[in-house]
């Protein structure tokens, strides 16, 4: 299955639910400047120490950088979008924002969802994150002014108190689950074919798809072996091998069968064929 990631198609913006939970209600945010979105992964410092007299490490040490950030930038400067995320006071009498010294980070759920390209489109979900803004770009006559935002992504213990940062979900382009579990296949048993006896090998596959897909390719090939040999009816499951006559055709053939189901999630299997006079 092809999952290219291909563009934002809308950013979603939440409260926070408690020991990583996701937020009851998501609201998108409108506006999101070109380019803007970037995910930025602070690497792993690692320092080595060496002894006076030698060329190899005795001890390494790896030291946490700094936590990982989304970005992203809003052409508006509106009052909805200072009100989320602005430390301010606003008197609807006015349409006046005040905004206060106290500029604390401000929780935030932060979901990105990308344009749909081969069917799918991306989730990326930062469930636990601390936002901060700031004003991109100069008070200048013909500049827009951006109100840039900055969020650490925090970790979150999953149930089994394995610590995470950041989910990445493929979905069909209509935001419908995708079921990734893979179709199953089986080639068959291996068998030895005597030239003598029979010109030809028969080959009896079975498949499956799971849950409500189907499927939707199959394909018998040739993994190794002699060349020359043809499938009857390659896009079958049930279909004969034949090698090529004579000695040429006399060895050990390893023959796949591959199905592919409605998700494009694909599954092989071999079968060994041995061939002699």
Request: aromatic share 8%; proline share 5%.
């Amino acid at each position: 299955m092809k999952t290219f990631i291909n563009g934002i198609q809308k950013i979603e913006i939440g409260v926070p639910g408690l020991n990583g939970a996701l937020p009851a209600v998501w609201t998108t945010i409108q506006d999101i400047s070109e380019g803007s979105v970037v995910h930025t992964t602070n690497k792993v410092t690692k320092t080595s120490i060496k002894a006076e007299d030698k060329y190899a490490a005795v001890l390494i040490l790896y030291v946490p950088g700094d936590a990982d950030s989304i970005n992203f930038s809003l052409l508006q400067l509106s009052i909805d979008n200072a009100q989320k995320f602005i430390p301010c006071v606003y008197d609807p009498l006015t349409s006046k924002i005040t905004v206060t010294s106290k500029r604390l980070p401000i929780p935030l759920a932060v979901r990105l969802t990308t344009q749909p390209q081969f069917g799918v489109i991306g989730q990326f979900t930062y469930r636990n994150t601390t936002a901060t803004f700031g004003l991109k770009n100069n008070f200048t006559k013909n500049a827009v002014v951006e109100l840039d935002i900055s969020a650490d992504i925090l970790p979150w213990n999953m149930i089994d108190g394995t610590e995470v940062v950041w989910e990445e979900q493929i979905l069909n382009a209509d935001g419908t689950v995708i079921d990734g579990t893979l179709p199953t296949v089986n080639a068959g048993a291996d068998a030895v074919l005597s030239e003598a006896v029979a010109a030809f090998a028969a080959l009896v596959g079975t498949d499956a798809a799971a849950g409500t897909k189907t499927i939707t390719s199959i394909l018998w090939s040739v993994k190794s072996g002699p060349a020359g040999g043809v499938f009857a009816t390659p896009n079958a499951l049930a279909s004969h091998f034949t090698p090529v006559a004579g000695a040429p055709g006399y060895g050990v053939y390893i023959l796949t069968l591959t199905v592919q189901d409605s998700s494009g999630f694909t599954a092989s299997d071999d079968v060994q064929i041995t061939v002699t006079a």
